[in-house]
Antibody
Framework: EVQLVESGGGLVQPGGSLRLSCVAS????????MHWVRQTPGKGLEWVST???????FYGNSVRGRFSVSRDDATNSLYLQMNSLRVEDAAVYYC??????????????????WGQGTQVTVSS | SSELTQDPAVSVALGQTVRITCQGD??????GSWYQQKAGQAPILVIY???KRPAGIPDRFSGSRSGNTAYLTITGAQAEDEADYYCNSRDTNGYIYYVFGSGTKVTVL
């Protein structure tokens, strides 16, 4: 069974740091890009970051410069280091596997599966 | 613009058909994908590609696109289809990133 399990969420003060983890199982982890997506009640789903199989990283505008994504293919693990946390970073954070394919000049992509999520609360 | 616009809520009678729309410029270039999220659960993929369903997703779910609008259609809605539905696309705009729609709450009456 393909599965993603996040951990590391919790309560942190504004300006603090937190490191989220996501452990994958049931598929060849090192052959897939991986995403982080967060969800707040007010803003819905927001893409946070992507890391490629070769280690290339991409970030959303709201977290670039403060968050850092990494992976350890030896342990099938994905990480999100979150620094300088703000109240608006409070959300449920999900990891998700990336999939893509090309067909007749069109490019297709999707997020599947998703982990169960881990709650991050930023408050003093 | 990279934004994806969805109607906040729609309702459908049990067994009837509902179409959920998602509008955005990036959809002229990409088909995107659709996700279902039930209360207290993580999102799950329901449609990807031109109109592909992952294993386990009923064939009453279908997807299409026209111009800058993507559609998710539920033909013969069931009570268990009551959920939030999100569209997703991608836009490079000089930098690779992804965007999700604001979500549509589907209520089955």
């Amino acid at each position: 069974e393909v599965q993603l399990v996040e951990s590391g969420g919790g309560l942190v003060q504004p300006g603090g740091s937190l490191r989220l983890s996501c452990v994958a199982s049931g598929f060849t982890f090192n052959k897939h890009d991986m995403h982080w997506v967060r969800q707040t009640p007010g803003k819905g789903l927001e893409w946070v970051s992507t890391i490629g199989t070769g280690g290339a990283t991409f970030y959303g505008n709201s977290v670039r410069g403060r968050f850092s994504v990494s992976r350890d293919d030896a342990t099938n693990s994905l990480y999100l280091q979150m620094n300088s946390l703000r109240v608006e970073d409070a959300a449920v954070y999900y990891c998700a596997r990336a999939s893509y394919y090309y067909d007749s000049g069109d490019y297709y992509f999707w997020f599947d599966p998703w982990g169960q999520g881990t709650q991050v609360t930023v408050s003093s | 613009s990279s934004e994806l616009t969805q109607d906040p809520a729609v309702s459908v009678a049990l067994g009837q058909t509902v179409r959920i729309t998602c509008q955005g410029d990036s959809l002229r270039n990409y088909y995107g994908s659709w996700y279902q999220q039930k209360a207290g659960q993580a999102p799950i993929l329901v449609i990807y590609g031109k109109n592909k369903r992952p294993a386990g997703i009923p064939d009453r779910f279908s997807g299409s696109r026209s111009g800058n609008t993507a559609y998710l259609t539920i033909t013969g809605a069931q009570a268990e289809d009551e959920a939030d539905y999100y569209c997703n696309s991608r836009d490079t705009n000089g930098y690779i990133y992804y965007v999700f729609g604001s979500g549509t709450k589907v209520t089955v009456l």
